[in-house]
């Protein structure tokens, strides 16, 4: 069984929109045991996107399209694929239901060209959509073949894909192996670094087979394995995880899809403490992180943005002459910052981050990228310094994955990992 | 004239890369005034991509490859172009003597495997590689087509094309004319809303043409125009903008690449006005917005992520009674927010945001995705409620999307533009 996917746009031939879509789709359907043999793109043209499914559907049993179901006149895709079944489109009250309800709750008045969208081809199955309006559906074709249609928004075809399309799809073409893939993350080591420490494995490691990936202050190790039995295939990705872990031990912080600011605020919860932070350089980010959690205000108390000088001194009470001595960019503002919010928060754990974002702001003895972040406890102040060569929005990311690493590490033990 | 992209290599169909060569090169031709009707993409598979060779050949005049290319066994494209077009494979002693020197320049031994890249299909001409071993071709056929084909590697891709096949393209197909385009972004309406105002131009306008882009709390206008002269081309984008702007006035916020953060910025330097921000649901994200532009400092003094009720009331100066009394989600609150650290920051302007941005939190008169956003300048306090349904991350966006809109239109005229 072969999968076509078929992305339609004309943003997507000009090189205004990278097309990301098909990339997903086509790593969620490998991970499903499902193959994909042809991609193709063609522009909000009837005549071409008609083309394009006619041979799409002569050449793959399934075809997954996505984009051109939007309310505007250049959103084709419904009526050519009901042109190229031969099917009228027929309106359906419960899409059209759902869309105006979705207007109504929003205080807003559905305009006539939302009505298109409830639109669909005569004998097709809605996939419903609760982040858009634009429903997607599926047709079951003669011969066991399938044609699926989504949205074009990310945030709107990826939960379909994943829950409505791929379970079916594995149903009915009774696919039962699977490729799994398991992501271990690391933060606090250079690429070269864990290749020292994993790389006989990686090389030699055949099924799970292994890769690095390196992203903007963490490194992904990624395990794939092919087996028909999950469970053997669990198996295997456990025992390669086990021995990567022994070698490895905290500089893995998480797995999968776990984000930084996710493990933090797990161990926040589980040893019941609280968090404050007073950022300069990182201007809001580490705040911005932590709340990204859902439940984070069960431990993440609140946050001081203090770019200027003056409000680092009345905000979070740092001397005014600890700034004159050492500068703003300084270990002792960084400790002042930490402690000072902690206690005027009464919190159990605090950070200070302050540094040169750039591209402005350097001195001669002080470079773009440097950083200082301290972490308060009720015990101790501790104080690391960064340096950090990424442009502006670069090193904030850096500086605030710092900062949520020394939290971490001292939230799992008390005791320093060497930094590497 | 139609081009049609091929990209080759089993990783862009499994979804581990995400392929921006396709985008990279459909930009640069829509620039160059040659339009891509077709994309598409196979795996390292020797028969279907023979079978893309001969329909792309058959129904495009110009066909571009890229991807494999490469020394090792999968890298199938000159042999399968080789044997589409039905020539021999000719040894090009030009190329293997500067893979030869490329290697010894960097004190490699040439590896058996590598002799293979100088295997050029008969009656192709060679496109040189400075940037990696592998050359690229094109070859001339009947009929005045044209297969081009192109490394994987983009940073070898991208100056082949741009230095040696477009402009061999021009001049062969005796195009003139060029692509340019413009992007407005507009910001507070939605996409149906803005069919209204301007829906009527969008389906009439044919050269520019118009389309509307949707993201996440902003619409992009895109305005292409073809054009022999360049300066003609600019001169009908300058008065298709300006009818534009007519009817939607301060709706559009920017051009191109600009932040709605680097207009807000702008317009703060320009008015010598400072801004602080006291934030709840949004967690830090207006801050970080507001300091991802470069020099912020100027006129970004501080903020507080007042995440607690206690800190609401300890930090920001919130009355206890009115958290009693309205809740902390609430009108009165906001303004509290937005007054108080203006106030506190001795600041010209001030935001205060409080929402729920879910998932948890919600009760039965608030649900998730209410948000009030108050602006408080020396004079008065303004304040608007807002329904987003997104996501939690979402509605961070939304909000803080709406907190710095509602900065903007304070500071172009102080008058309020009707929210839509």
Excluded at 30 to 37: R, T
Excluded at 232 to 254: I, N, P, Q, S, T
Excluded at 280 to 300: D, E, I, K, Q, W
């Amino acid at each position: 069984m072969g999968v076509e996917i078929l992305t339609i746009g004309t943003e997507l031939l000009l090189g205004q929109s990278i097309d990301t879509n098909s990339a997903y789709i086509g790593e969620e359907l490998a991970e499903a045991g499902i193959d994909v043999y042809w991609k193709t793109t063609v522009g909000d043209n009837e005549g071409r996107i008609g083309e394009a499914l006619r041979l799409a559907l002569a050449r793959s049993e399934i075809v997954i399209s996505t984009g051109g179901l939007g309310p505007t006149e250049d959103d084709l895709t419904c009526r050519v694929i009901a042109a190229v079944l031969a099917r009228p489109l027929i309106l359906d009250l419960t899409v059209l239901e759902s869309i105006r309800r979705r207007f109504a709750e929003r205080g807003l008045a559905m305009s006539k060209n939302n009505e298109r969208q409830a639109l669909i081809p005569d004998g097709a199955t809605v996939l419903r959509n609760p982040r858009g309006t634009a429903p997607g559906f599926f047709v079951r074709l003669e011969g066991g073949r399938v044609l699926v249609a989504m949205p074009g928004v990310p945030s709107e075809m990826q939960p379909m894909l994943r829950d409505e399309v791929i379970p079916r799809l594995r149903e009915w073409f009774g696919v039962k192996a699977r490729i799994r893939s398991r992501i271990l993350k690391t933060s606090g080591i250079t690429e070269s670094k864990l290749d020292e420490l994993i790389g006989d494995l990686a090389r030699s490691a055949r099924n799970p087979t292994i890769a690095l990936l390196a992203h903007a202050g963490e490194i992904h190790i990624r395990l794939t394995v092919k087996r028909d039995s999950e469970g053997e295939g669990e198996r295997l990705l456990d025992d390669l995880e086990a021995r990567l872990r022994e070698r490895l031990g905290a500089l893995v912080f998480g797995r999968n899809e776990e984000r930084l600011e996710e493990v933090v605020g797990r161990l926040l919860l589980n040893a019941k403490q609280t968090i404050a932070v007073a950022e300069s350089c990182t201007g809001g980010l580490v705040c911005h992180r932590l709340t990204n959690v859902p439940g984070s205000s069960a431990y993440f108390i609140c946050g001081e943005v203090v770019y200027s000088n003056e409000a680092k001194e009345s905000l979070a009470g740092v001397p005014r002459e600890l700034i004159a001595q050492h500068g703003a960019v300084s270990q002792p503002v960084a400790h002042a910052l930490a402690s000072g919010i902690r206690e005027a928060a009464g919190t159990d754990l605090a950070l200070g981050i302050t540094g040169i974002a750039g591209p402005g702001g350097a001195t001669a003895e002080k470079p773009v990228g440097l950083t200082y972040i301290a972490l308060a406890s009720r015990e101790k102040v501790t104080c690391r310094e960064f340096r950090f060569l990424g442009d502006r929005e670069t090193n904030k990311l850096l500086a605030s994955q710092g900062a949520l690493d020394m939290l971490r590490r001292h939230l799992l033990s008390g005791q320093d990992v060497t930094p590497t």
